[in-house]
């Protein structure tokens, strides 16, 4: 070898002793008209204009404007009701609201989103990341709801006694059911041995259907109770003001609810 090249023989003539020198290979000065294909820009057509974003179509439009105003009306009822009880003396605070509200309406209600193809924040999401996601809001939305129903346990004598009450009671007792069977469903794959991944997720869809179909109604019929009658708006405009929020109640179940009752719906066991 050589600093500037390298011997080479040739064996078919006679086995002469070539001197081939090392030379750059000539760089191509044409521009380059395509971008990288593993880059991070928008697909293209070719090497042209780059191709045009997929148009929505009127029933996807229609889920983003559904997912929208249910958003709207849970947050409205979640600030009046914590607004209601966080403006008053620390001591009078109902907290028993307070984290119901939050748990059972706000983050039971997003937890049942997490799969809606209107949801704008998991739209980007693949179907684990939704799973996941929906897994944690719905624990985190039990927890703090069970929370807000012991703290109404340890402050009166007399529990479960109205219809408000014992439909609480009732929720408390599926919700532990319903936080099992989606466990169970979170490892349908891993228990696919013993328990049919189709029926197991099936059986959770129904169980925590009928979870949340419980805690709205408790909440529907929370806002007959002394403590909303003492609380909320003066008398003159408080029997328009709960029925308003009322039919708004049903109007979140039923805009929440239709996911699970359309996958419950077309489900094959």
């Given at each position: 070898?050589?600093?500037?090249?390298?011997?080479?023989?040739?064996?078919?003539s006679?086995?002469?002793?070539h001197f081939i020198?090392?030379?750059p290979?000539?760089?191509?000065?044409a521009p380059?008209?395509c971008?990288?294909?593993s880059?991070?820009?928008p697909?293209?057509?070719?090497c042209?204009?780059p191709a045009?974003?997929?148009?929505?179509?009127?029933?996807q439009k229609?889920?983003?404007v559904?997912?929208?105003?249910?958003r709207?009306?849970?947050g409205?009822?979640t600030?009046?009701l914590c607004w209601?009880?966080?403006?008053?003396d620390?001591?009078?605070?109902?907290?028993?609201a307070v984290f119901c509200?939050?748990?059972?309406?706000?983050?039971?209600s997003?937890?049942?989103?997490?799969?809606?193809?209107g949801?704008?924040?998991t739209?980007?999401?693949h179907?684990?990341?939704k799973?996941?996601l929906?897994w944690v809001l719905q624990l985190?939305g039990?927890i703090i709801?069970l929370?807000g129903?012991?703290i109404k346990?340890?402050?009166e004598?007399?529990h479960?006694?109205?219809?408000?009450?014992?439909?609480g009671?009732?929720t408390?007792?599926?919700?532990?059911?319903?936080?099992?069977s989606?466990l169970?469903?979170l490892?349908a794959?891993e228990l696919?041995?013993?328990?049919q991944?189709?029926?197991?997720?099936?059986?959770?869809n129904?169980?925590?259907?009928?979870?949340?179909t419980?805690?709205?109604?408790?909440m529907?019929?929370s806002f007959?109770t002394?403590l909303?009658n003492?609380y909320?708006?003066d008398?003159s405009?408080?029997?328009?003001?709960?029925f308003?929020?009322e039919i708004?109640?049903?109007?979140?179940?039923?805009?929440t609810a239709?996911?699970p009752?359309?996958?419950l719906?077309y489900s094959r066991l």
């Amino acid at each position: 070898m050589t600093r500037r090249g390298k011997f080479v023989v040739n064996k078919v003539s006679n086995a002469r002793i070539h001197f081939i020198r090392d030379t750059p290979a000539p760089q191509s000065t044409a521009p380059q008209q395509c971008h990288n294909v593993s880059s991070s820009t928008p697909a293209q057509v070719g090497c042209g204009r780059p191709a045009p974003p997929p148009t929505l179509t009127l029933t996807q439009k229609l889920e983003f404007v559904v997912t929208l105003v249910n958003r709207l009306l849970i947050g409205f009822v979640t600030v009046y009701l914590c607004w209601m009880s966080l403006r008053l003396d620390s001591k009078d605070i109902p907290w028993h609201a307070v984290f119901c509200t939050l748990g059972f309406l706000c983050l039971m209600s997003e937890g049942l989103m997490a799969y809606y193809r209107g949801n704008a924040c998991t739209q980007v999401c693949h179907r684990p990341e939704k799973a996941r996601l929906h897994w944690v809001l719905q624990l985190c939305g039990s927890i703090i709801g069970l929370i807000g129903i012991v703290i109404k346990m340890c402050l009166e004598e007399v529990h479960f006694h109205t219809r408000h009450g014992i439909i609480g009671l009732a929720t408390m007792v599926i919700l532990f059911i319903s936080l099992l069977s989606g466990l169970s469903s979170l490892y349908a794959a891993e228990l696919k041995g013993r328990l049919q991944p189709r029926f197991n997720k099936t059986l959770h869809n129904i169980i925590g259907l009928i979870t949340f179909t419980l805690a709205m109604l408790s909440m529907y019929y929370s806002f007959e109770t002394q403590l909303f009658n003492d609380y909320s708006l003066d008398a003159s405009t408080y029997m328009d003001f709960r029925f308003l929020l009322e039919i708004i109640t049903i109007i979140i179940f039923v805009l929440t609810a239709y996911g699970p009752m359309w996958c419950l719906f077309y489900s094959r066991l």
